[in-house]
């Protein structure tokens, strides 16, 4: 198994803060998008994102951090 990893940037859907959520590569033959479950890295809140299935978790992002602002 590879230890490969993908970072997002991702805008929150409540606060409108940008964040980073880096993901696992968990199956690299799946095909397809579904939704993740992450938690704001400035409002604390939960929100979905949209990510390639390969990348999909049962449980929630490995990490995520705050983006200083802008």
Same mark, same amino acid.
């Given at each position: 198994?590879?230890?490969? %990893?993908?970072?997002?940037? !991702?805008? #929150?859907?409540? @606060? &409108? /803060? ?14 397809? %998008?579904?939704?993740?479950? !992450?938690? #704001?890295?400035? @409002? &604390? /809140? ?25």
């Amino acid at each position: 198994m590879t230890n490969e %990893e993908k970072t997002y940037r !991702v805008a #929150c859907a409540e @606060c &409108g /803060k940008k964040f980073y959520a880096r993901f696992a590569l968990v199956d690299p033959s799946a095909e397809g %998008e579904g939704e993740q479950t !992450v938690h #704001c890295g400035k @409002c &604390g /809140k939960q929100i979905k994102i949209t990510l390639p299935k390969k990348y999909m978790q049962p449980g929630d992002i490995l990490k995520s951090r705050k983006l200083e602002d802008d």
